[in-house]
């Protein structure tokens, strides 16, 4: 199954999440599929790194993950951490990557409350599951940065406009963040539609490895502490995905519209399982046990993005 192709994945969706999905993910993001030539591009890390050469598609690409990131990170000045204390590396310290900023996009916000359902807001929702995420990030050492304030009673009343996409990805890129977590409700006419969903950049030829690793982690540990159906990942090329400068990826944490996903999402024990599989696939994601193999990443078919 090529990655890339996201109409062959969408037709192969799981219930009516995954069916219904497509037409609200472009009600949600219309705006961001219109820009074919974005300012700021993904950064390629390419697995053949013998010359300095421009990547071509047709080359086969053989080399390990751990040689791929030595060479190319100095020619993409990227920041290269170190192996832990055993001398092991986890999938971001074998591309070159390190941890250390972490940035929570909680979507909508202000005077857009996003999806709805009598008094829940897909806003409210995500704003409480991101403090939750921050909290848990920053007891265990790590910074972590939000793309909009909270939603306090004097930010509501003002009504603010939220930021953009495409402030959102500025933001992160300021920070010089590690990864991006782009958090989500979403919603359809029809109620039938339920389940879980991630997304990751990705096209025809090329995808974020890293962001499609995350995304599938954390479909993982949300499945595992949850009923939610599973919606599976899937690539896209939308604005935030696009022209960020690490990693990211959106989770659709359910549907309002849904009586069940909604009753679950009302409940705070409910957020808080959300947010702890959120945290624990981001820890799992810089285990030494995701190295990846060279069969993993096909390096034979796909560069690799970061």
């Given at each position: ?35 074919t030539t974005p300012a700021v591009t993904k950064v390629v890390v390419d697995a053949d790194d013998v010359d300095d050469a421009p990547p ?135 109620p039938a539609c339920h389940g879980i969903s991630t997304y990751y950049y990705g096209t025809v030829n090329d995808r974020s490895l890293v ?76 285990s030494p046990a995701e190295i990846p193999s060279q069969e993993s990443i096909e390096l034979s078919r796909h560069a690799v993005f970061v």
């Open positions: 199954e090529d990655v890339g192709d996201e109409t062959k994945i969408a037709s192969k969706g799981v219930d009516a999440g995954s069916k219904a999905h497509s037409s609200n993910s472009t009600k949600h993001a219309s705006a961001k599929d219109k820009s071509s598609p047709s080359r086969a690409r053989g080399k390990t993950s751990s040689r791929l990131a030595s060479s190319r990170a100095r020619q993409l000045d990227m920041r290269e951490a170190k192996p832990t204390a055993s001398g092991d590396r986890s999938l971001i310290r074998a591309l070159g990557l390190k941890i250390g900023k972490i940035v929570i996009d909680p979507g909508h916000g202000g005077r857009d409350r996003g999806s709805t359902n009598g008094v829940l807001d897909e806003a409210g929702i995500v704003d409480d599951i991101a403090n939750r995420v921050e909290g848990r990030l920053a007891a265990a050492g790590t910074q972590a940065f939000r793309t909009r304030g909270g939603e306090s009673l004097d930010a509501l009343e003002r009504l603010d406009a939220p930021p953009t996409d495409a402030e959102r990805a500025a933001f992160a890129n300021a920070a010089e963040a590690d990864l991006l977590v782009s958090l989500h409700v979403d919603g359809d006419e029809n962001g499609a690793r995350l995304a599938d982690l954390i479909q993982q540990e949300i499945l595992g502490r949850t009923d939610l159906l599973d919606s599976r990942s899937h690539p896209k090329t939308w604005e935030l995905l696009r022209t960020t400068r690490m990693p990211a990826v959106r989770i659709e944490l359910g549907y309002l519209t849904n009586p069940g996903d909604a009753g679950r999402l009302s409940l705070p024990e409910f957020r808080d399982e959300l947010a702890e599989a959120i945290v624990v696939a981001i820890q799992r994601l810089f």
